[in-house]
């Protein structure tokens, strides 16, 4: 069993920056990828960025250029959010997966975290 535990959100202006952090604990040596997913409100849960234990990554078309995720070992996630805009505002939720296809389909993660809010202010 994994758990996640996501930190870093809060409120931003638009153009700002914020890192998020996300901490399994657990069975967590045979995870293998990891990702973020959001939810804004009235919206459904979408992929923003996941990684394999490679290192590979792959990015939602929305983020691309100004977020990068990141990973050291297999318990630690990171999300650096740059040059944000008010269509960011969601709840971020880190996830994992111990299979070896790393994508953004949510069905592949098997672990969620309870999520973390960030707000974009215009």
């Known amino acids: 069993q994994v758990q996640l535990v996501e930190s870093g959100g809060g409120s931003v202006q638009a153009g700002g920056s914020l890192r998020l952090y996300c901490a399994a604990y657990g069975d967590t040596y045979s995870i293998d990828c990891m990702g973020w997913f959001r939810q804004a409100p009235g919206k459904e849960r979408e992929g923003v960025a996941t990684?394999?234990?490679?290192?590979?990554t792959t990015y939602a078309d929305s983020v691309k250029g100004r977020f990068t995720i990141s990973r050291n070992n297999h318990q630690n996630l990171y999300l650096q959010m740059n040059s944000v805009k008010p269509e960011d505002t969601a709840m971020y939720y880190c996830a994992a997966t111990y299979l070896r296809d790393c994508n953004l389909g949510q069905g592949l993660f098997g672990y969620w975290g309870q999520g973390t809010q960030v707000t974009v202010a215009s």
């Open positions: 990684i394999d234990s490679g290192g590979t």
